[in-house]
């Protein structure tokens, strides 16, 4: 007993120290450890000098455990040490046949790269490593950051060309991710559609690989730059799960691969298809950062790390960024039909359900009368809002919200000033047919001009005008992604510096305009990834508000992404996506989970649905930070047809806890299952109060956090029907 308490004891001291020391290197075998509170991630030098992986799980404290990086010999002919080696960040060359993270091409058409160590640089939380090409000045900078208090690791690659030939890159990966040898793993990932977003699909990993990608222009809604893998037995609350996200909204890519020799590797970055990258001498190309962690507990736990991190490390406002004011949007209300009485009617019927945040959506501008014209025309439509916008906004602050615009800046209708004026200023190629989907075209934002005109009328737009909140739209894909200013060896760098403008249109507005906050959407959900999340403080996850489908798509949404970046309206029934029937209540319940917003019609609503609204928005209100920042536990998931769904979540000091729960449709006979809460204090008190529905009689006003974890809630057996939503609270006495 005391060997085991001493044991603990010097694990404990070794963990801490470890987690202060988040990096270490052990000279005598070249090794390096990285550490968080969750996990340590460690890597070597071998003998010839390549950069190889040696460990991804769970926190070590020994530094003297890891071997240091061997060569191994080859199995066969076929079978080379390289293929059987795990190596930190391979280019193509030598025997290497599986997915490289570097691939170039030099002037001579040689084509042959092999990375060795040359030096590295420790900072206290980061590390560069400089490999070096074994003939050419071909350098690859790795830079590792740790996150130690929150699990995550971020990666990324510097290609530099200081030899005296001009290169092209056709592959610039982030980072390799090797798991630990093995098989029988599975992946986890998000696919879907415009308005079927974040859909989790599960799969076994098998022997070779698994792309996921866009080649949209943009994040898309197709799949989501995001994965997780398990050992096959991971759950919500148990297993190993490693996980990762690539923080780029342009054409990317993630391959998984799982080679002949037990080896599952993930690689990704800029997407390779269509893909090159010149680099003059002395030019250098930076990778987008890719983010990784391993939580021993689960796909909840490795979710909770993630949406910690959002937060606090990736969203602009950081620690001091608040929780999204509850908005009200006009688009399904007026569509386009927008103009300074209707939207005044409407901002006053708004600030009477406790809404902060006025937005009007599409139509205020240029020619707009539906999709066919006037995108790029960037003037108030003088018909609709005959003195400017100023007094829609004084009114709307006068009734005490804050007042937001939609736009949708990097588009254009050929119907519009602007594409009479620049045609050249479209992605095209010469003499091709120029798609248009939703009546429009893409803006080419790669060139300086018009990244100059975009940022140009934005902060026109937020200098003259008091505004505190854009919807940053962006409403198709790319086509015919030519470039022809420049010359046919440069053209594809459209890749990078179109979504590098774009990041740097946003970091500049943010700058000139601290005080004005941004939503990302396109189409829905078609451009959610860490890279927008520097500069965006909430996300429109998907056109589809129908409060069902929601559940669905909530649910794999925050595998990978915060609950307070969710944007959640409370639109009208029937829908008008798939003219299902929902209470007011359930719609409400269902869009509360994430950050709510108002949509509907709400001059069409009855008095006794404005007031249990209003109720809503206010119980919400003081629930919100819980609800949003806490941490989430998925309790029950709604996918694969399931007849129920609940979501819990807690603060971080464990005084207060949500629970949603849902009912697609019940079978007589079938109750509600008892529900076993998640993450209380097991020792303190809790009081349940009902948001909406009822406990099951005989349930105890006050539990201990023991109780609620082990016996677990009961919901009223009168909770049943289609479509029903219930919410309680627990507060800790
Ligand atoms: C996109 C958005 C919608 C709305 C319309 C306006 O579809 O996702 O929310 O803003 O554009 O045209």
């Known amino acids: 007993m005391r060997h085991i308490a001493s044991l603990s004891l010097l694990v404990a001291l070794a963990a801490s120290s470890l987690t202060a020391q988040s990096i270490q290197y052990v000279e005598s075998r070249k090794i390096w450890l990285l550490t968080t509170r969750d996990s340590t991630y460690a890597m070597g030098v071998d003998p010839e000098g390549t950069l190889q992986h040696l460990y991804w799980g769970a926190p070590l404290w020994r530094a003297d455990d890891v071997p240091a990086a061997a060569v191994r010999r080859e199995l066969s002919s076929f079978d080379p040490p390289a293929m059987l080696q795990r190596e930190e960040f391979p280019a193509w060359g030598g025997t290497r046949y599986y997915e490289p993270a570097l691939k170039v091409t030099r002037a001579d058409g040689n084509r042959d790269v092999v990375l060795r160590y040359v030096s590295h640089q420790m900072r206290e939380s980061s590390l560069d490593i400089t490999l070096k090409d074994i003939r050419d000045d071909i350098q690859v900078v790795l830079h590792y950051r740790v996150y130690p208090d929150h699990g995550i690791l971020e990666r990324s690659a510097t290609i530099r060309n200081e030899t005296a030939q001009p290169l092209m890159v056709e592959s610039a990966q982030s980072a390799t991710w090797n798991l630990p040898a093995g098989e029988g793993y599975q992946l986890t990932y998000l696919t879907g559609r415009w308005a079927a977003e974040t859909q989790v699909n599960h799969e076994a990993i098998h022997q070779g690989m698994k792309v996921l990608e866009s080649r949209k222009g943009h994040t898309s809604h197709n799949i989501n730059p995001w994965f997780a893998i398990d050992a096959g037995d991971a759950g919500e609350e148990h297993g190993s799960v490693w996980f990762g996200a690539l923080a780029w909204s342009g054409n990317w890519r993630i391959t998984v691969e799982q080679t002949p020799y037990q080896q599952v590797r993930v690689t990704g970055g800029l997407n390779t298809f269509d893909f090159a990258y010149p680099l003059k001498p002395g030019e250098a190309l930076d990778t987008p950062a890719f983010y990784a962690g391993y939580s021993a507990q689960g796909f909840g736990a490795a979710s909770r790390l993630l949406h910690r991190f959002e937060r606090e490390e990736i969203a602009p406002g950081g620690l001091s960024s608040r929780v999204r004011p509850v908005l009200y949007n006009s688009w399904e209300a007026t569509t386009f039909n927008v103009n300074e009485a209707g939207q005044k009617v409407l901002a006053t019927t708004a600030a009477k359900l406790g809404v902060e945040l006025f937005v009007m959506d599409d139509g205020w501008f240029g020619q707009r009368k539906d999709d066919h014209a006037g995108l790029g025309d960037w003037y108030v439509n003088p018909e609709k809002f005959p003195h400017s916008l100023k007094p829609l906004i004084d009114k709307v602050h006068a009734l005490g919200m804050d007042f937001g615009l939609w736009v949708e800046p990097e588009m254009v209708n050929p119907d519009s000033d602007l594409y009479r004026k620049h045609p050249d200023w479209v992605l095209s190629f010469p003499g091709r047919p120029r798609s248009e989907q939703r009546n429009q075209l893409v803006l080419n934002l790669a060139r300086p001009d018009v990244r100059d005109y975009v940022l140009g009328f934005l902060d026109k737009l937020?200098?003259?005008?008091?505004?505190?909140?854009?919807?940053?739209?962006?409403?198709?894909?790319?086509?015919?992604?030519?470039?022809?200013?420049?010359?046919?060896?440069?053209?594809?760098?459209?890749?990078?510096?179109?979504?590098?403008?774009?990041?740097?249109?946003?970091?500049?507005?943010?700058?000139?305009?601290?005080?004005?906050?941004?939503?990302?959407?396109?189409?829905?959900?078609?451009?959610?990834?860490?890279?927008?999340?520097?500069?965006?403080?909430?996300?429109?996850?998907?056109?589809?508000?129908?409060?069902?489908?929601?559940?669905?798509?909530?649910?794999?949404?925050?595998?990978?992404?915060?609950?307070?970046?969710?944007?959640?309206?409370?639109?009208?029934?029937?829908?008008?996506?798939?003219?299902?029937?929902?209470?007011?209540?359930?719609?409400?319940?269902?869009?509360?989970?994430?950050?709510?917003?108002?949509?509907?019609?709400?001059?069409?609503?009855?008095?006794?649905?404005?007031?249990?609204?209003?109720?809503?928005?206010?119980?919400?209100?003081?629930?919100?930070?819980?609800?949003?920042?806490?941490?989430?536990?998925?309790?029950?998931?709604?996918?694969?047809?399931?007849?129920?769904?609940?979501?819990?979540?807690?603060?971080?000091?464990?005084?207060?806890?949500?629970?949603?729960?849902?009912?697609?449709?019940?079978?007589?006979?079938?109750?509600?299952?008892?529900?076993?809460?998640?993450?209380?204090?097991?020792?303190?008190?809790?009081?349940?109060?009902?948001?909406?529905?009822?406990?099951?009689?005989?349930?105890?006003?006050?539990?201990?956090?023991?109780?609620?974890?082990?016996?677990?809630?009961?919901?009223?057996?009168?909770?049943?029907?289609?479509?029903?939503?219930?919410?309680?609270?627990?507060?800790?006495?």
């Open 462 to 733: 937020l200098s003259e005008n008091d505004i505190a909140f854009l919807k940053w739209d962006y409403n198709r894909n790319w086509t015919e992604p030519g470039w022809d200013q420049l010359p046919a060896s440069e053209q594809k760098r459209v890749y990078v510096e179109f979504t590098r403008n774009l990041y740097a249109i946003l970091a500049e507005l943010r700058h000139r305009h601290p005080k004005v906050e941004f939503e990302s959407c396109s189409g829905g959900g078609g451009r959610v990834d860490l890279g927008i999340l520097r500069y965006v403080d909430e996300v429109w996850p998907s056109d589809n508000t129908d409060p069902f489908d929601r559940l669905t798509q909530q649910d794999g949404f925050t595998y990978a992404y915060t609950p307070q970046i969710m944007m959640a309206w409370v639109t009208d029934s029937p829908h008008w996506l798939n003219k299902r029937s929902t209470s007011l209540s359930y719609r409400m319940l269902s869009s509360m989970q994430g950050s709510l917003g108002i949509g509907a019609n709400i001059a069409n609503w009855s008095p006794e649905e404005f007031a249990l609204a209003k109720r809503l928005i206010s119980e919400y209100r003081q629930v919100q930070t819980t609800i949003v920042q806490g941490d989430l536990y998925r309790l029950i998931s709604p996918r694969n047809g399931s007849e129920f769904s609940v979501t819990q979540t807690v603060n971080p000091e464990k005084t207060q806890s949500v629970v949603f729960a849902f009912i697609h449709s019940t079978q007589q006979g079938r109750l509600f299952p008892r529900l076993k809460l998640k993450g209380l204090d097991p020792v303190a008190e809790y009081a349940l109060s009902p948001i909406v529905g009822k406990p099951r009689t005989g349930t105890p006003p006050v539990a201990s956090g023991a109780w609620w974890m082990n016996h677990g809630l009961d919901l009223d057996d009168g909770f049943r029907g289609d479509f029903q939503g219930a919410a309680f609270r627990l507060d800790k006495q």
